[in-house]
Nanobody, 122 residues
Framework: QLQLVESGGGLAQAGGSLRLSCVASGRTFSGYVMGWFRQAPGREREFVAGIGWPSLSTYYADSVKGRFTISRDNANRMMYLQMNSLKAEDTAVYYC???????????????WGPGTQVTVSS
């Protein structure tokens, strides 16, 4: 099965930037709509951004639109989330996974990687 490991999280100041990476193994995510999700303490996991294939069109949660950019590199089995203009409300554990379809906001999988912690200080 597809295995995903996130990295790149850390501590950032409000207004700063981080770039998250997701590496896939086991199978490529070519042909899948992929996405980034996040989960803050006491909250359900929420959709952040999605990217299609082969169009590579993207879509975002309203809360991050204009600040975050999702991208993917299928040849290298990588996906990225460039996060700019970070806010304290962006603090969460971030995960990558497949999406159920184009413009969807839920994952097809019950299996999640370890995630990567993003902490934004205000």
């Amino acid at each position: 099965q597809l295995q995903l490991v996130e990295s790149g999280g850390g501590l950032a100041q409000a207004g700063g930037s981080l770039r998250l990476s997701c590496v896939a193994s086991g199978r490529t995510f070519s042909g899948y709509v992929m996405g980034w999700f996040r989960q803050a303490p006491g909250r359900e996991r929420e959709f952040v951004a999605g990217i299609g294939w082969p169009s590579l069109s993207t879509y975002y949660a309203d809360s991050v639109k204009g600040r975050f950019t999702i991208s993917r590199d299928n040849a290298n089995r990588m996906m990225y989330l460039q996060m700019n203009s970070l806010k304290a409300e962006d603090t969460a554990v971030y995960y990558c996974n497949t999406l159920s379809g184009w413009r969807q906001t839920t994952s097809t999988s019950d299996w999640w990687g370890p995630g990567t912690q993003v902490t934004v200080s205000s």
